[in-house]
C-alpha cells in the first residue's frame, strides 16, 4: 500500500456517512446535517425510496421515511448527494453495474475532469455475520448502506508507488492510499457485490446542475 498524502479526513458521526463523503470528496468540510437536510426537502416524493414499515405491526403511516431519513437522524440518499454537490459543480454518474470490466472503471477513473467516485456500500460488502446483523436491522428500520469517497490523486513523476486513489471512508481511522493495481484489486471486490458506484467529475460552465438520481 502507498503512502497517504495529508488529506482532510472526515471520521463518522451518526448516520452522516452521505455528509462526511461529500466532504471527504471535496476536501473541505463543505456541508453540515442542516444543508443535506435543506436538499431532503427537496427531493420530489416519487424519487424517494418506498418504506418498508419499521415493525409489520405498525401502520405504515407511522413509519413515514423521515424515520429514517429524517433531518434529525441522516442516512440521506443519493438524490441528495447528486443535489449537493451540484451546488458545488461536481457532477456524479451512476456506473452501470452490469458493465464489471474493472479497467474500464479504471479508465473512468482517469479521466482529465474525474475526481473521485462515491460508494454505497450494503450488508452484502460486508462478512456473513455482519451481514446478517444489517439484514435483520434492516427488516426493522429499513435498508440502509454506507457512503464512503474514494478521492482519485494525479500521479507525480514514475514509480509503481505512486498513489492512484485514497480511501477516505468515514469508519477509518486514517485515510487509505492505493496504486493502481491496489485500486483495481478494491474496486475488483466492490463490482463482484454490486456496490453502487457514483463517478465524480467537475462541471465546466456550460453544464447545469444534475438531475434527481433514478432509484428504479
Known amino acids: 500500500m502507498a503512502a497517504v498524502p495529508p488529506l482532510y479526513h472526515e471520521r463518522q458521526q451518526g448516520a452522516l456517512c452521505a ?17 443535506f437536510a435543506r436538499l431532503q426537502r427537496r427531493v420530489p416524493a416519487e424519487a424517494a425510496p418506498a418504506c418498508g414499515g419499521c415493525l409489520r405491526c405498525c401502520p405504515e403511516r407511522w413509519c413515514c421515511r423521515r424515520c429514517r431519513v429524517g ?27 452490469r458493465k464489471t470490466d474493472v ?7 482517469e479521466a482529465e475532469t474525474c475526481t473521485g467516485a462515491l460508494l454505497h456500500t450494503t450488508a452484502a ?37 505512486q498513489v492512484f486513489v485514497v480511501d477516505l471512508d468515514s469508519k477509518l481511522a486514517a485515510p487509505k492510499a492505493y496504486t493502481k493495481q491496489g485500486a483495481r484489486a478494491l474496486l475488483a471486490r466492490h463490482l463482484r457485490v454490486n456496490t453502487t458506484i457514483l463517478l465524480a467529475s467537475r462541471m465546466d460552465a456550460a453544464q447545469k446542475g444534475p438531475s434527481v438520481y433514478d432509484t428504479k
Not at 440518499?77 to 454537490?85: C, G
Not at 479497467?103 to 477513473?109: E, F, I, S, V
Open 103 to 109: 479497467d474500464q472503471l479504471l479508465g473512468r477513473l
Open 71 to 97: 433531518e434529525d437522524f441522516g442516512n440521506f440518499d443519493a438524490n441528495v448527494l447528486l443535489m449537493a454537490l451540484g451546488e458545488k459543480r461536481t457532477a456524479l454518474q451512476h456506473w452501470d453495474a
Open 19 to 35: 455528509v462526511h463523503a461529500a466532504n471527504n470528496l471535496l476536501q473541505r468540510a463543505a456541508f453540515t446535517r442542516g444543508d
Open 125 to 161: 460488502s460486508h462478512g456473513c455475520l455482519v451481514a446478517a446483523g444489517m439484514r435483520c436491522l434492516a427488516r426493522c428500520f429499513g435498508q440502509n448502506g454506507h457512503w464512503l469517497a474514494l478521492l482519485r490523486r494525479t500521479p507525480q513523476g514514475t514509480g509503481e508507488e
